[in-house]
Structures are given as structure tokens and as C-alpha cells.
């Protein structure tokens, strides 16, 4: 397997399921199918309804709270008290403060800790590297994994990591030492991407053997196999109080999955069903911003599942980039690009306000900071940094995720 082909098409082929598998693979699916017909027609009926093209004014200001910020008068202000919102910004002033080089091979995936002191980078050289956010000095280089890492995930505490390898297995680790404290064994193919809720009980994963499990934390064991997708699973996620998980995958479908009965509780699908290469959810939970390869971000709602908001001007149609919510500042919406850039949309008005210059190759994901107007990305072959990039000019929210 390549350098690149963590996050790239085509896929490698999948080991040949038993009778016994395709069995139960069939039946989940067939259970599944009634339900993706019902979503798909419905999505189809909204479209014929609103075909103008033009967005409704309650999807845009469902857009713009997205970030989980109340609108209005202050958080804390005394009743009867209207305070002047703050300016929103408009605009932002990035630009490249650090540059980390240590990887030798595709750097896939970087993640800011929760308390904003770390970051973490994953790469198909099978290792991870621990970086300090506030300078970019190196402190550790985290060794075990016999093949190529495709993500990492921290938990609410920041203290531990978990990281997806195409050795099959997740590994848990501490911040402080560099070896695995834990290794989770269980998917039957490349493990692609990884994700704690929120208490950091439970870990996430999803694979190239078209499954989503979720494990206990502390055991290391698996208590839930969700026969989640037709195709490899490309991003899995927690919303903000971890009931609901959501998943995608190259099969064009996002799901949502109830944590604690493993039920899938909805399906979105877009009309022309490209495949879904990236999905979180919003600060708030009440959104999903989803990754596809057709050049094209989307915003979704939870609740009714239409389509909100599209963001478009980047390039990717065939690695999975990452894609993410910046609400330090302004609000904005963040992805990386197979033109060697990252891309910064105003969440509202879906204009691209800035686009950063500065990797030589496919820019796979970015990150951002928890606290700061702060944006850490990485690249692949030709480029294997992870780059730091800061705008001092806007102020910082306090708590803004």
C-alpha cells in the first residue's frame, strides 16, 4: 500500500467474507434498505418542492447558529438586560507561524488536545508524533504500529490518544510515554478513522471491512458492532453528550446511530449520492458538516435532514480531506485541498475569505485549536509537514467550543 492510499482512491480489495458473513452482512442491510428507500424519496420530495435553487431564510439562520452560540443578548446578561452583540467578523488574517517536520511518509491526520496544549500528528510512516500547539517543539515520537496510522482522536481529559492503523488494530496511549497502554483488536481489515465521546468512556472506530464499532475505553474490549455501510467507513464521530454517533462512508450515505442500542436512528443522502469522505458534527450537535467527492462541503441539519448550506471552490474528488468548524473568531468553516491549499468559508454566507498558501502537496487535514485562531494541517508525499498557521489580528472567543 502507498504512501497516499490512506486517504486515496482506489481502494485496495477487501478480503473475500464467508458464508457466515455475507449472511448476516445481507440481512442487516436488507433491514436497512426499506428505510435508505423512505429517506432517499423524502429527500427527493424536498428537492421538487425548492428547486429554485435558493436557500430559505430558516435554513440559513439555522446555518448560522451551527456553532451552538445564542443569538441575541449576552450568556449571563440580567433579564430584561439587552446587551449589543459583539461585531461578527468577516474576514480573517491567517498565516503560516510554524512548520514541523519529522514524518517520512504521508502525514494523514492532526488533532489538537481539548485543553489546546498539544498536537498530534498520525502518518503512514506507523508512527505518532506530539507536538507543543503554543511553539511547534517536538516531545515525543510514539511507536507500535506495524503499518501506516490514518487518524487520531484525544480524549476530553487530553491525557490519552487513541490512533486507526491499517495493522487492523486501534492502540491507546498516554501522553506521557511512548508506548501503547492498550490495543484493540477486533475489525477484519484497515482501520480508517477513530473518535472519543465526549465522557471518553467509549471509543468509535470505523473500517475498511465496512463496520463501526464501539468499544469500552478502560477495558479495551468491543461491546457493539454496527453493520454500518457497503463500503469502507471514512469518518465516524460523537455529538456533543456522545447518544449519537455519526458515520459515512464511500457508499454515499451518512448515518446516525443511537450509542446506546446501536439503532440507526436516520440515513442522509444527497440526491447525485457522491461518496462521503469526511462528517463531524457541529459544537452544538445540531448540524453534521460532511465531506464529498464531488468538490463540494455540506451542512446538514439533524433534526429535519435537508441540506443547508453548500460550500464549494476547493478541489477534492479523490483523497479524503478533512473538514471542520472554526468558531475562535469568526465562523467559519475550514477544509483541506487537493490544490496543496486549505480553504476558509464564512459558515453564513458560504464566501471563501481566505485560502492558505504554503504546503507543496495534498493538503489531507486540518484542525482547529480549541481556544486560539489557530489551524494546524498536513500534507502528503511531497510534502510531509504539518503546518501551524495563527491569525493575531481577530480576537479569540473565551469558551467558544
Known amino acids: 500500500m502507498s504512501d497516499s492510499d490512506h486517504k486515496l482512491q482506489p481502494r485496495p480489495s477487501k478480503r473475500p467474507r464467508t458464508e457466515a458473513e455475507q449472511a448476516a452482512a445481507a440481512a442487516a442491510m436488507a433491514e436497512q434498505e426499506a428505510q435508505d428507500q423512505q429517506d432517499r424519496s423524502r429527500h427527493r420530495r424536498r428537492s421538487s418542492k425548492n428547486n429554485n435553487g435558493k436557500e430559505t431564510q430558516p435554513a440559513a439562520a439555522a446555518a448560522a447558529a451551527a456553532n451552538g452560540s445564542a443569538g441575541g443578548a449576552a450568556a449571563g446578561a440580567p433579564a430584561g438586560v439587552v446587551q ?15 512548520t514541523l517536520i519529522g514524518h517520512t511518509k504521508s502525514v494523514s491526520s492532526v488533532k489538537f488536545s481539548p485543553d ?10 506507523n508512527t505518532l508524533r506530539l507536538w507543543h500547539a503554543a511553539d511547534g517543539r517536538h516531545e515525543r515520537t510514539m511507536l507500535g504500529h506495524r503499518e501506516g496510522i490514518s487518524d487520531v482522536a484525544w480524549s476530553a481529559d487530553s491525557k490519552t490518544l487513541c490512533s486507526a492503523s491499517d495493522d487492523k488494530t486501534i492502540r491507546i496511549w498516554r501522553v506521557d510515554s511512548s508506548d501503547a497502554v492498550k490495543i484493540l483488536r477486533g475489525h477484519t481489515n484497515y482501520v480508517f478513522c477513530v473518535n472519543y465521546n465526549p465522557q471518553s468512556n467509549l471509543i468509535v472506530s470505523g473500517s475498511f471491512d465496512e463496520s463501526v464499532r ?50 440507526c436512528l436516520k440515513t442522509l443522502v444527497d440526491d447525485d449520492n457522491p461518496p462521503v469522505s469526511f462528517v463531524k458534527f457541529s459544537p452544538n450537535g445540531k448540524y453534521i458538516l460532511a465531506s464529498t467527492l464531488d468538490n463540494t462541503l455540506r451542512l446538514w441539519s439533524y433534526s429535519n435532514g435537508k441540506c443547508l448550506k ?29 490544490d496543496h491549499c486549505i480553504y476558509i468559508w464564512n459558515l453564513q454566507t458560504r464566501e471563501i475569505v481566505q485560502k492558505l498558501v504554503g504546503h507543496s502537496d495534498v493538503v489531507l487535514s486540518v484542525a482547529c485549536h480549541p481556544t486560539l485562531n489557530m489551524i494546524a494541517s498536513s ?19 473565551a469558551g467558544a467550543q
Open 116 to 125: 489546546g496544549k498539544w498536537l498530534a500528528s498520525a502518518s503512514a510512516d
Open 214 to 263: 464501539i468499544w469500552d475505553a478502560k477495558k479495551g474490549k468491543c461491546i457493539k458492532v454496527l453493520p454500518a455501510h457497503s463500503d469502507p467507513v471514512s469518518a465516524v464521530c460523537f455529538n456533543r453528550d456522545g447518544t449519537l454517533i455519526v458515520s459515512c462512508s464511500y457508499d454515499g450515505l451518512i448515518r446516525i446511530w443511537d450509542t446506546h442500542s446501536g439503532q
Open 310 to 338: 453548500t460550500y464549494t471552490g476547493h478541489s477534492n474528488s479523490k483523497y479524503c480531506c478533512f473538514g471542520s468548524f472554526s468558531v475562535t473568531g469568526g465562523k467559519w468553516i475550514v477544509s483541506g485541498s487537493e
Open 379 to 397: 500534507s502528503i508525499d511531497g510534502d510531509l509537514t504539518v503546518k501551524i498557521w495563527v491569525d493575531d489580528t481577530t480576537p479569540a472567543v
Open 84 to 98: 449589543a452583540a459583539a461585531p461578527v467578523p468577516t474576514t480573517c488574517n491567517y498565516r503560516l507561524k510554524y
